[in-house]
């Protein structure tokens, strides 16, 4: 199990309409999720400064192969849609992200 944080802008006025929809996520993209190896998917608000921090634990073994499986499932295209344009990402992201990759620095059970 490999542990994963990244971190993205929030646009303020989007905030109260993003917690809506996370409130009552599609179950075909919360399938997606796990078909992916994706488990224990939380996404954290920090106001005022409009940060949303996304932690989960990936449980398979090619990463780069389930985010594009992801990335094709048209529910899960039809969902970024939607929250894409309510986000600000980084300036500081790596070419090709959209959530900027945090490194996992500690860890204590």
């Known amino acids: 199990m490999q542990r994963m ?3 993205l802008g929030i646009k303020p006025e989007a905030i109260a309409e993003y917690k809506r929809i996370h409130a009552d996520v599609w179950p075909e993209v919360l399938a997606t999720i796990a078909a992916c190896g994706i488990k224990n998917y939380t996404i ?22 389930d985010s594009a499986k992801m990335a094709a ?12 344009p309510m986000q600000a990402p980084l300036e500081t992201r ?16």
């Open 73 to 84: 499932d048209p529910k899960t295209q039809e969902w970024w849609s939607i929250c894409m």
């Open 44 to 65: 954290f608000l920090k106001e005022p400064e409009n940060l949303l921090f996304a932690y989960f634990e990936y449980h398979g073994t090619d990463f780069a192969a």
């Open 5 to 7: 944080g990244s971190i």
């Open 94 to 109: 790596k070419d090709g992200e959209w959530w900027a990759q945090m490194e996992d620095v500690f860890h204590v059970d």
